[in-house]
């Protein structure tokens, strides 16, 4: 049972010690170690002293344990006893089989001797029948070798005799393969006999054979023959020792026009295929010139080993001016199915003449190449989409010059420029989708450089946009061309709604182009990343919000202000020209009323094409907040309507400045929406400031501050019917009465029934001036 419990592994290690001690051919080999390093473990070395074992033993186990060690040891023994006899009867067996197999061997050799000695008579007697044969056809056989040798010496000399009549032959057939070949082969009868017995026969063939040179020299000269006829026939004066190095010359400058017409034949085939939008046609006649090119580099450098240099300097140049071709066709703005066909022509190319010049590294020049024009493809695509923005924008303008106006010009750019956006871009993303889509394996290995291409180009195109925006505004002019360009009314009016289409067309890139372009890459051209991590990511549509976002707000600024200013001017000539100290009782509504009128209808016309309504309700005056100098308003006044018309005048002007301290505070200038009635409304609030300023800068009699009674209270109606904001336009227009009143000499108002009938007198007459003009 203690025999179960040692392991299997440990068992058989032992065994195997144990008898490999018992087989060791040196016992004395075995390694002497010294009773005091004497363990438990070494029993089975051929050292192993029982008595120093039992003490070491004794020392390191209990009773127990010696037990224990007692039945382990006697299991072991028994084993050891059962393996070795096990082994003994196997050896046993081995010599009982060895010893029958020699007998069995024995018995098989017994009639050997007797076979062995009929078979050596029997070849005996073979080896005597074939010396007498030998022997009686030795002379035959001797004879006839004679002949045979006479026999091909016969025709060797029939051969050179025959060798100026075959030359002749072939140089009337032009078989001058076949003269070389037969040339070459008398040659060495010509080297040992040719003075001599064939001397003939060698001047007269010598004298062929130099018509045969002198006519592939000119068939390598020749320009009407093929470049494989012309490699042939160097081919077969070097066969002849013909100094070849002036022909070789001749022949690289022959291959290089071949392949600049095979070069131009292409880039016709090519030409002719865009311009009739047949591509197909394209790819069926080019294929036939890259393989007849491939076959000329070819021939050549079988002809010449050593020409390494010229072919590949040579197949280079062809590769470069086939990449000038394509850009050249780029700048003719093609597709990108039509690029990647001539791309595909010029690939098949490459691959074909690699295959023969694998020196040349053709692949990876043309991948450097073709890095440089698909760049330029990308590039030059964005430059016409940014052209084609433009034009929508600026097309309108030209039709006007032209005489033919549209209705509504400013809205016909507006939408004209949004579709050349949106769809523009859209567009060259399914053209740019086409080159990354196609398994050309010069396009697979720009396809990271592709898309980050893309993707720069997109950023590069919306801040150049942005600086073709601020071009069309005239802010990047000179005065002398902003002079020019706004030249005339019609010129001026224009530019002042280019301003505001760039506006509207900044807000809908910001919030409508940029969120579908950034969906767009995302889904197609993710990925990318060569330009390198460092250096962040190629489109950033964050920026390019915040850049159209800052320019709608500075073009929507740039539209009020120069409508404002244009207003300005003509308050500035009305409060400049005339003398105010001697200015006449008012008449009527002087006209530059219903010129401001005129220029405020045309900004609500614009502004209707481009902008927009508002959501926001009109702000009413209420007593709180409204003025107290009106006419109809002031119960101060209509209380005191019996006094003189100085002292009404002095408590008048008394009272307002009294309102003003308890007045509610107004805020005048808001935040300008992109909506009509808020452009509107800011550009009559900072034209009645202007006129407010413009007032504080005169003095006025009676009359004068009654006509600019009269105007202020015939522009409230019709301003309140434009704006959103009627408070903030009633308290600027009391400013401007009030104003008046402080620089008046005499502030007498006109009475509120003469200024009822001078309004009404102006209403009628512009009713009736409309009613004739309808």
Known sequence: MAADDIPLDDKAKRMRDLLSSFYAPDPSTASNTSSKYVSLDAINTTSFDADQYMILLAQKSNLEGLLQRHVEMAAEIKNLDTDLQMLVYENYNKFISATETIKRMKNNIVGMEANMEQLLEKIMSVQSRSDGVNTSLFEKREH??????????????????????????????????????????????????????????????????????????EKVCLDSESVQVRAEAVVLLKQLNFQVDSLKAKLLETLEKYLITLQLNSRAISTTSLDSDEPSKQGSSSDALPGTAHEAVHAYRLIFPDSEDQLIKLAQDLVTKHFESTQQQIRKQISSSDLVGILRVIWTDVLLMEEVLPEAALSDFSLEAAHV??????????????????????????????GAGEEHPLQVSLEGSKKAVIQGSMAILLDFRQLLDDNLGLLVKLRDFIIDWVQEGFQDFFRRLD????????????????????????????????????????????????????????????????????????????????????????????????????????????????????????????????????????????VKQILPQGLHRKHHRTDSNGSTTSSRSNPLRDDKITRSNTQ???????????????????????????????????????????????????????????????????????????????????????????????????????????????????????????????
Request: net charge neutral; proline share 3%; with cysteine.
């Open 144 to 217: 006839i070798e004679k002949l045979h040798r006479t026999r091909n010496l016969l025709r060797k000399v029939q051969f050179i005799y025959d060798l100026p009549t075959r030359l002749g032959k072939c140089i009337k057939s032009e078989a001058y393969a076949d003269a070389v070949r037969f040339y070459t082969g008398a040659m060495p009868i010509f080297e040992a006999y040719g003075d001599s017995s064939f001397q003939d026969c060698k001047r007269a063939s010598e004298e062929a054979m130099s018509i045969i040179i002198k006519n592939l020299q």
């Open 373 to 402: 024009a698909v760049k330029q493809y990308v590039a030059s695509t964005f430059s016409n989409l940014l052209l084609n923005v433009s034009d929508a924008l600026t097309k309108v303008q030209t039709k006007q010059k032209e």
């Open 467 to 606: 600086d073709q925006f601020l071009s069309l505004s005239g802010k990047n002019h000179s005065i002398s061309e902003h002079q020019g360009l706004t030249e005339g009314t019609q010129g001026e009016k224009f530019l002042a709604g280019l301003v505001l289409v760039l506006a509207q067309l900044s807000v809908f890139i910001e919030q409508s182009a940029i969120p579908r372009i950034t969906e767009e890459i995302a889904a197609s051209f993710s990925g990318g990343g060569v330009r390198g991590y460092e250096n962040g990511p190629a489109f950033v549509p964050g920026e390019i919000c915040r850049i159209f976002r800052s320019a709608g707000e500075k073009f929507l600024h740039l539209y009020i202000n120069m409508r404002t200013q244009k207003i300005s001017v003509l308050l500035r000539k009305r409060f400049t020209t005339p003398n105010w100290v001697k200015h006449k009782e008012p008449r009527e509504v002087h006209m530059f009323v219903d010129l401001f009128l005129q220029e405020l209808e045309a900004i609500g016309t614009e």
């Open 648 to 774: 009404r005048a002095r408590s008048q002007l008394l009272e307002s400045h009294l309102a003003k301290l308890f007045k509610q505070k107004m805020e005048i200038f808001t935040k300008v929406e992109y909506t009509q009635e808020s452009v509107v409304t800011t550009v009559v609030k900072l034209c009645l400031k202007s006129l407010h300023e413009f007032v504080r800068l005169q003095t006025f009699n009676r009359s004068g501050l009654q006509q600019i009674q009269l105007d202020i209270q015939f522009l409230r109606a019709p301003l309140k019917e434009i704006v959103e904001d009627e408070a903030a336009i009633d308290f600027l227009l009391d400013e401007v009465i009030v104003s008046a009143a402080e620089r008046c000499l005499d502030p007498i108002p006109l009475e509120p029934p003469i200024l009822d009938k001078l309004i009404q007198a102006k209403l009628a007459k512009t009713k009736e001036q409309t009613a004739v003009s309808s």
